[in-house]
């Protein structure tokens, strides 16, 4: 018997705990690990404090939350986003319209690429990475274009002790130029001279939860810094592996004017693009984060 054997129970147990019910918004959990479907809210409106407070909590609890058939303007779009706090511009990607933090999610038949191919968390290369994404589809493919979601504190938690010891305190590098050179240019982007470059620790307290999530992803992540290059290579490969366990996941299927809205800094995320020769169009609002500790 291999000691891969499932005789020791499931490799991660969510411990969900007792929680209050909501009064003013529906929370439909779609996995227990991660995501939750929002109903009961319409974001045209005005949202009262107490369904903002659930909003956040709902959030919180979820990692992702998702709003169907929403009749947004760009207009307010940004002014949800706004409420969550300062609005991040991206340092790579086009806009839609004059607004530079209304960020144009959008691939066709003739696209060479598609946002969000690979996990990653949105840009962890800034020194203070977005706090949250508010990603809105308008125009879905029939079928395909979901977009997966992983609990990075399930990842970080299911590791084991002797892991937790080798990773507590190590940081890592994180860089932006193999990512976003040239990758805006079939929108007519220019590049810039340089992208941002951080350093983050490997394993962050979220500000909000007071909980330790894994911080390393294949977008941005280069290297872990104080050890040799080919240990931190296998290191990474193997925390990316674990990371992308689907035991961690959710698999949020689209419809015409949904939102998905992530906690970037305890969620990883990866769009599907099996839907080429139709088209998916959106757009993101991101929100300002900190410096991740
Ligand atoms: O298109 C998507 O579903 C997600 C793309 C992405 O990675 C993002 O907007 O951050
Ligand atoms: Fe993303």
């Known amino acids: 018997m291999?000691?891969?054997?499932?005789?020791?129970?499931?490799?991660?147990?969510?411990v969900a705990g007792e929680t209050e019910p909501y009064e003013t918004i529906g929370v439909e959990k779609l996995t227990p690990i991660i995501g939750a479907e929002i109903s009961g809210v319409d974001l045209a409106g005005s949202l009262?404090?107490?369904?903002?407070?659930?909003?956040?909590?709902?959030?919180?609890?979820n990692l992702?939350?998702?709003?169907?058939?929403?009749?947004?303007?760009?207009?307010?779009?940004?002014?949800?986003?706004?409420?969550?706090?300062?609005?991040?511009?991206?340092p790579a990607a086009p806009h839609e319209g004059d607004d530079a933090a209304l960020m144009k999610i959008y691939?066709?038949?003739?696209s060479p690429r598609a946002n969000g191919e690979g996990w990653h968390t949105d840009v962890s290369c800034d020194e203070e990475p977005p706090m949250g994404s508010i990603l809105y589809i308008k125009q879905c493919p029939p079928r395909g274009g979901d977009t997966l979601f992983a609990n990075m504190y399930?990842?970080?938690?299911?590791?084991?002790?002797?892991m937790k010891a080798y990773l507590d305190g190590l940081?890592?590098?994180?860089?932006?130029?193999?990512?976003?050179?040239?990758?805006?240019?079939?929108?007519g982007v220019a590049d810039r001279p340089q992208?941002?470059?951080?350093?983050?620790?490997?394993?962050?307290?979220?500000?909000?939860?007071?909980k330790k999530a894994l911080y390393v992803n294949r977008g941005f992540t280069r290297f872990l810094i104080g050890v040799p290059r080919d240990e931190s290579d296998a290191m990474l490969a193997y925390l990316y592996q674990h990371a992308e366990n689907p035991l961690f996941q959710c698999r949020f299927r689209w419809t015409e004017n949904a939102i998905a809205f992530w906690d970037n800094r305890c969620a990883q995320h990866r769009a599907m693009w099996d839907y080429w020769p139709h088209t998916r169009s959106g757009t993101r609002v991101t929100v300002k984060g900190e410096r991740p500790v």
Do not use: C, W
């Open 64 to 90: 992702v939350i998702f709003f169907r058939d929403q009749h947004i303007t760009p207009a307010q779009h940004l002014a949800f986003g706004r409420k969550f706090g300062d609005l991040h511009i991206h």
């Open 171 to 187: 940081t890592a590098l994180h860089d932006g130029e193999q990512t976003y050179r040239g990758l805006y240019a079939n929108y």
């Open 195 to 210: 992208y941002p470059r951080a350093e983050h620790p490997v394993v962050r307290t979220h500000p909000v939860t007071g």
């Open 2 to 14: 291999s000691s891969l054997s499932s005789k020791q129970g499931p490799r991660y147990r969510h």
């Open 107 to 110: 691939a066709d038949k003739d």
């Open 154 to 162: 399930a990842a970080y938690e299911s590791l084991s002790d002797r």
């Open 48 to 61: 009262s404090n107490r369904t903002m407070d659930e909003i956040h909590r709902a959030l919180a609890e």
